[in-house]
């Protein structure tokens, strides 16, 4: 039981380049989420899914797209980078009703 | 949306003192109220949440408290150690989305 993992660890883009960040749980939870960490921010939501074919918007959408084709499975996709994307970024699997577990986390840089 | 505001941003206790971190929130249909522990380079991690029908929860060392009417809710770590040392975050939520405070950063001194 890996729990939920992500990858990659590291990665750095150029501005405008597009990639995926993956994430996987196998823990048959419905509900996963991503967020984005800042410094002295927190973190915030970006998008979440409530199961297979089904995504919705969180706090900050914007330049990010999900799709949730298998239970397992819900990347993240960064269409076209900026420099604001620059961040750490989380999973997560929730097992009913609310406790959340994250993945070890993704620390993208945008130049 | 919901608003999460946490108080302080940092705080430095002598080992064996307690430490009390608090939180705000303002969305009374929030229901649930998550804690986490975050190491530097780690992810983050529950270590105790409490539900609105419950006004106290305490496990060990660590105890948190909700008041439904003020709508704010508090962390309090007693006998604190080194290892205690991090940034802890809360989060509240009503369902689908979680909204986090922006974090405290907890050092505690031999």
């Known amino acids: 039981n890996a729990g939920v993992t992500q990858t990659p660890k590291f990665q750095v883009l150029k501005t405008g380049q597009s990639m995926t960040l993956q994430c996987a749980q196998d823990m048959n939870h419905e509900y996963m989420s991503w967020y984005r960490q800042d410094p002295g921010m927190g973190l915030r939501l970006i998008h979440y899914s409530v199961g297979a074919g089904i995504t919705d918007q969180g706090e900050v959408p914007n330049g990010y797209n999900v799709s949730r084709s298998t239970t397992e499975d819900f990347p993240l996709r960064l269409l076209s980078a900026a420099p604001s994307q620059t961040s750490v970024y989380f999973c997560a699997s929730t097992r009913p009703p609310d406790t959340q577990y994250f993945g070890p986390g993704t620390r993208l840089t945008v130049l | 949306g919901e608003n999460v505001e946490q108080h302080p941003s940092t705080l430095s206790v002598q080992e064996g003192d307690s430490a009390v971190i608090k939180c705000t929130y303002s969305d009374s249909a929030s229901n649930y109220f998550p804690w986490y522990k975050q190491e530097l380079g780690k992810r983050p991690q529950l270590i105790i949440d409490?539900?609105?029908?419950?006004g106290e929860k305490k496990d060990q060392r660590i105890a948190v408290t909700l008041n439904k009417t003020a709508k704010h809710f508090s962390l309090h770590i007693t006998e604190t150690q080194p290892e205690d040392s991090a940034v802890y975050f809360c989060?509240?939520?009503?369902?689908?989305?979680?909204?986090f405070g922006t974090g405290t950063s907890l050092t505690v001194i031999p």
């Open positions: 409490i539900r609105s029908n419950v």
């Open positions: 989060a509240a939520s009503s369902g689908n989305q979680f909204y």
